[in-house]
């Protein structure tokens, strides 16, 4: 297979696929503590979104969108010959999820939205985001760590698990400047989700640690109430990476939410 033409990914298990899409500015790994829970009885798929891990980044990173990347999300569907799956994502993943959902409903059989937002950046941050971009130009990708990684846990994981801050430390370094910037520009220039929430109707799962400092609990709120068929889980001491300061709450959810709908399907 030719595999830089499509995303590289992970893949375990078999059975109804569950597509995991990974927050910035991380990459697969970021899931590590679900597969040994969701993989049994389930095909679990795990892309490096374009830039990042194994993914090489786009030939212009200037012209990455979110856009483009949920097409390359259906594109590794095609190559995988899965007509529809469950799509999770986290964060940037989960506006990949939102894009994904709107361009190709067809495709998704559940949407799982976890710490993200439908709101497109307000001024300031867009302007944050721009000045990451010209630091990471200027200094390297490591000049990132002290702006993104201290946010990205609960406070209470952080200091009890320091290895993870190492970990998605090195996912930085390890990323390349034009990965990093095609995601800070695709990020920076998203559009708004709001519009289109109300046309999801597809079951849908929104999770969100109750100390995302990044996307606060309101903004998964008020994707839940925007869309007419979804369930919000909120995850007490939780932090924006709620799969990670809370991985078996996270995917108690996930596989409740699941079962169910597989329960009320064959009654
Ligand atoms: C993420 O976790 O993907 C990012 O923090 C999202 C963002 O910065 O908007």
């Known amino acids: 297979m030719e595999r830089t033409r499509t995303l590289m990914f992970d893949e375990h298990g078999h059975g109804d696929p569950l597509l995991l899409v990974h927050g910035f500015p991380l990459n697969r790994e970021m899931w590590a503590g679900q597969v040994p829970a969701l993989a049994p009885g389930r ?27 949920a097409a390359e999300v259906r594109d590794l569907l095609d190559v995988l010959s899965i007509q529809r799956a469950v799509i999770c994502g ?61 946010l990205l846990l609960a406070p209470r994981t952080a200091a009890e698990v320091p290895a993870l801050e ?30 289109f929430l109300a046309a999801m109707t597809m079951p849908s799962l929104v999770i969100v640690g109750e100390q995302d400092a990044i996307t606060p609990p309101e903004l998964s709120e008020e994707i839940a109430a925007g869309m007419p068929n979804a369930t919000l889980v909120t995850l007490p001491g939780a932090g924006h990476m709620a799969n990670v300061d809370a991985p078996d709450r996270f995917n108690a959810a996930v596989l409740d939410f699941l079962r169910n709908l597989s329960t009320d399907v064959s009654h």
């Open 166 to 195: 190492r970990l998605y430390a090195g996912m930085v370094v390890g990323t390349s400047v034009a990965g990093l910037v095609g995601g800070l520009i695709a990020i920076r220039d998203r559009a708004d989700s709001r519009p």
């Open 90 to 150: 986290l964060s940037m993943g989960g506006y990949v999820a939102l894009a994904f959902a709107r361009r190709f409903p067809e495709r998704v059989q559940v949407l799982i939205l976890a710490d993200t937002s439908a709101r497109p950046d307000t001024g300031e941050r867009r302007a944050s985001r721009t000045e990451q971009i010209e630091l990471a130009e200027r200094a390297g990708t490591a000049a990132l760590i002290p702006l993104l990684v201290p």
């Open 43 to 69: 095909r679990l798929i795990m892309p490096d979104l374009r830039g990042f891990g194994a993914t090489p980044p786009a030939a212009e990173p200037a012209a990455l969108t979110l856009d483009a990347m």
